[in-house]
Nanobody, 115 residues
């Protein structure tokens, strides 16, 4: 069974940084792209960015060069480094993998940015 566990969220002031982690099990991690998403209260879940199996990354426009996604295939983990955080970045952040044509999600980690 595929398990994804996000961690690293918390409360940070505007302009601050956080590094989120996503630990995966139940898959041959190095073969899969990992995507990061977020969902603010009252809004739909949206894509933050993705890292492919060979390490190529893409990001949503709102990231504006502030976030960086990486992966460590030895540790079966992906990371979302978030800098210059803004109150609008407040949301629950999720990592996801598509396994057997079905998206699998972790439970998310809350990020709150105070102004």
């Amino acid at each position: 069974q595929v398990y994804l566990v996000e961690s690293g969220g918390g409360l940070v002031q505007a302009g601050g940084s956080l590094r989120l982690s996503c630990a995966a099990s139940g898959i041959n991690f190095r073969l899969y792209a990992i995507s990061w998403h977020r969902q603010a209260q009252g809004r739909e879940r949206e894509l933050v960015g993705q890292i492919t199996s060979d390490g190529a990354t893409t990001y949503a426009d709102f990231v504006k060069g502030r976030f960086t996604i990486s992966r460590n295939n030895i540790r079966n983990m992906s990371f979302l480094q978030m800098n210059s955080l803004e109150p609008e970045d407040t949301a629950v952040y999720y990592c996801s993998v598509t396994f057997r044509q079905s998206p699998r999600w972790g439970r998310g980690t809350q990020v709150t940015v105070s102004s």
